[in-house]
């Protein structure tokens, strides 16, 4: 009778174990079935033009995802906005405008530069007994640019924000 | 035998010609024009802006002119300020130089920007009522 039982506890402990096993397995597989990847993307659509909206945005996001590279017979439009700020102690609206201004415009050269050229970093940092003690980052920027053209000048609150542009092309690269 | 008075008139608007290109040439003056702006953390630092006369002849080849009014007596550093905008757009078109170095320590971030017209050389002319500018190669 003994002998019987613990045969029974046995097959009952293992079927347990089997059992436990398998749904652990399921509820590891709903959750990698759970996580959202960027290449599987559902849109339902019931219209002709739902679906044609679609492929746009899709084309535009695989066009925005893709780098843009300076071809022949071909420009690039680089647009940027640099910001900056009136001084505190300005005689009048004007001159805060003015100033405002012509630092916004530096910044957005900056930016275009950044943006053609490149950026330099330097850094350095120095660990004393596991600690930082000085934390050091340089970034500079060195460029000469012709031909950027402001597009729109917006001043609220103190702020000025220029929107520049610059077109490149393949053949100005040539010549140089 | 040919009369004396035939051809004044046309010999007349000749000469007249030739002494007000000659004059207008002669008028022209060269002068060197550098502009250097500075701002610190997105604030205007400092500007500065230097107009003086050419010692040396300059180069031959010149771009597109600038016409601005000649409001203050042939004086082109003044003329220039008053229409700086003019000047500035002017000056983008013959390109310019930009240095931007930013240094951030401990967290803390600090920046310069540099924009610069290197030293460049003018053909000016000054008329009644108009002043040319040209810039050369």
Redesign the interface.
């Known amino acids: 009778m003994s002998r019987d039982n613990t045969m029974k506890h046995s097959l009952l402990l293992a079927a347990l174990l089997s059992a436990s096993t398998i749904y652990a397995q399921e509820g590891e597989t709903a959750t990698t079935t759970l996580v959202p990847t960027p290449s599987h993307i559902v849109i339902e659509c019931k219209s002709q033009e739902c679906v044609q909206q679609a492929q746009e945005t899709l084309k535009s996001n695989a066009k925005a995802s893709e780098e843009e590279v300076l071809a022949p017979n071909k420009e690039v439009r680089i647009s940027v906005v640099g ?3 009136a ?1 505190m102690n300005t005689i009048s609206p004007a001159q805060a405008y003015a ?2 201004k ?6 957005a ?2 930016l ?3 943006k053609v050229k490149g950026v330099r970093v330097d850094g350095q940092d120095l660990i004393q007994n596991m600690m930082v003690k ?16 402001i597009v729109e000048t917006i001043f609220k609150e103190g702020l000025c924000e220029v929107e520049m542009e610059i077109v490149l092309s393949y053949a100005q690269f040539v010549q140089q | 035998m040919r009369s004396r008075n035939g051809d004044r008139p046309f010999i007349r608007s000749i000469c007249t010609t030739i002494i007000v290109s000659s004059l207008s040439f002669l008028n022209a003056q060269e002068y060197l024009i550098s502009y250097r ?1 500075v ?1 610190k953390n ?3 630092y400092n ?1 500065s802006f230097h107009v003086s006369h050419a010692m040396t002849q300059c180069g031959s080849q010149s771009y597109e002119p600038l016409i601005l009014e000649n409001t203050d007596n042939n004086n082109l550093k003044a003329t220039l300020l008053k229409n700086f905008d003019l000047f500035f757009d002017y000056a ?16 803390q971030s600090s920046a310069f ?3 610069t017209l290197k030293t460049t050389c003018f053909k000016v002319e000054f008329n009644d009522s108009f002043v040319i500018i040209q810039a050369l190669k």
């Open positions: 910001q900056g700020v001084p100033l405002a012509r630092a916004a415009v530096a910044d050269y900056r275009i530069a950044e000085r934390s050091s980052i340089r970034t500079s920027v060195d460029a000469m640019i012709r031909d950027a053209n | 702006y701002a997105a604030l205007s500007e983008k078109k013959l390109g310019l130089h930009v240095r931007h170095e930013e240094h951030t320590l401990n967290h920007t540099t924009l």
